[in-house]
């Protein structure tokens, strides 16, 4: 029964990934939810029952990805979605964020994601079947946001590897779908699930002024609904031919358009010396 599904959804103490876990466990899905804290998840959520499977797991080291995936298969003996959820956002420009910082950002919100793919594929293939919902962001499809360009290349990374994910699994009847999300009003946006560069440079008003108005106007004002953002995810996984690319929010749908539009616009202005440079 549809209701069956087993759900590996990572990045679960809070925002979507929560409401996502705590909506599908109301509409009877089995549910393993990862976060570096599981005490957050059980106080979130609850204990570990028939139906739930909280996990402590630290996405960026592969061998707590893989006693997730191990006691997620040992608990439900299957997974067949997983939402690769779990991410940060760093703000700062590319010149005074420093190595260590954009690295971080990547082995989070990349390579992180690589691990969970690495060890769950393996179980979809088997099973000829699963779904993986890979989430990036708007910012993985329009990177025009002053502050954010090392965070949005870590969503336009996310964005590329799926694209390559989805050309490789579906020889083996896995769906993928890429989702990216406008603004929506979870805690995305709070003190503590931003980083700020360490070590600012005054010259970037602009960057600066970007900080501030997603910290004090768009927090808390945000567009979008959650509640309404995780039936979609919900909906999508009962679709037969589920999209690779799903937009979220009138936002989302808008800036997307934008970015369809810059670029069509300048490969019409250039045409001709795009197409000059054959032999």
């Not at 293939?125 to 025009?144: C, E, K, L, V």
């Not at 390559?164 to 699930?193: I, N």
């Not at 960057?207 to 997603?214: K, M, N």
């Not at 009138?250 to 019409?268: C, G, P, Q, R, S």
Request: hydrophobic share 40%; charged share 20%; glycine share 8%.
């Amino acid at each position: 029964m549809e209701t069956k599904k087993v759900w590996f959804v990572t990045g679960a103490s809070k925002g979507l990934g929560l409401i996502l876990v705590q909506k599908l466990l109301a509409q009877g899905y089995h549910v393993a939810a990862t976060s570096r804290d599981v005490n957050s998840l059980i106080k979130e959520v609850s204990a570990a029952s028939d139906q739930f499977l909280p996990l402590e797991m630290d996405l960026v080291t592969e061998s707590s990805v893989q006693d997730a995936v191990a006691k997620t298969v040992s608990h439900f003996k299957t997974i067949d979605v997983v939402v690769n959820n779990a991410g940060y956002g760093q703000i700062g420009t590319l010149e005074e964020l420093s190595d260590e910082e954009s690295r971080r950002n990547f082995d989070v919100n990349v390579f992180g994601l690589l691990n969970v793919i690495r060890n769950t594929m393996p179980h979809f293939r088997a099973n000829r079947s699963g779904h993986f919902f890979n989430i990036s962001s708007i910012g993985g499809y329009h990177g025009g946001f002053p502050g954010w360009g090392i965070y949005c290349s870590t969503k336009f990374a996310v964005s590329g590897l799926t694209e390559g994910l989805r050309a490789e699994a579906k020889a083996f009847g896995v769906k993928v779908t890429l989702v990216y999300p406008g603004y929506f009003r979870t805690s995305f946006l709070s003190a503590d699930s931003m980083g700020l560069p360490k070590n600012p440079i005054a010259d970037y008003e602009e960057a600066r002024q970007s900080v501030l108005a997603h910290q004090n106007e768009i927090n808390g004002n945000q567009p979008g609904d959650p509640e309404k953002a995780v039936e979609a995810l919900i909906q999508i996984s009962k679709e037969q031919n589920a999209p690779l690319h799903l937009f979220l929010g009138e936002d989302a749908y808008n800036m997307a358009n934008a970015k369809i539009e810059e670029v069509e616009a300048d490969l019409e202005a250039w045409k001709a010396m795009t197409i000059a440079t054959n032999f």
